[in-house]
């Protein structure tokens, strides 16, 4: 079983940046794929970043890719969520999600653990 808590959410004005982090309480945290997911009022979740195990490979959603990065600290079982150049469109609750298999993937009912979420709120 793992919790997860997220933070670093906030207020930002478009062209910003932002870097979440997500805690991890599993011993076994470096053996899970980690990934970010985010809802939007009024919409459906959505892909956002994952990571594998050891932080080599990295995979992001087209509407992010260039702006955010994901990494990892696994001494530390914090996964990151660093963003930049941020537009209103960002506007979220971003959560963090554990897979135990270690196989990151764009699904999100594929993750086993998510955490409560934290809201990113980019104004124009």
């Known amino acids: 079983q793992a919790q997860l808590v997220e933070s670093g959410g906030g207020l930002v004005q478009a062209g910003g940046s932002l870097r979440l982090s997500c805690a991890a309480s599993a011993r076994t945290f470096s053996l899970y794929a980690m990934g970010w997911f985010r809802r939007a009022p009024g919409k459906e979740r959505e892909f956002v970043a994952a990571i594998t195990r050891r932080g080599g490979i990295t995979d992001y959603a087209d509407s992010v890719k260039g702006r955010f990065a994901i990494s990892r600290d696994n001494a530390k079982t914090t996964v990151y969520l660093q963003m930049a150049s941020l537009k209103p469109e960002d506007t979220a609750v971003y959560y963090c999600?554990?897979?135990?298999?270690?196989?990151?993937?764009?699904?999100?009912?594929?993750?086993?653990?998510w955490g409560q979420g934290t809201q990113v709120t980019v104004s124009s």
């Open positions: 999600a554990a897979k135990r298999d270690g196989i990151p993937t764009r699904v999100g009912t594929s993750y086993d653990y």
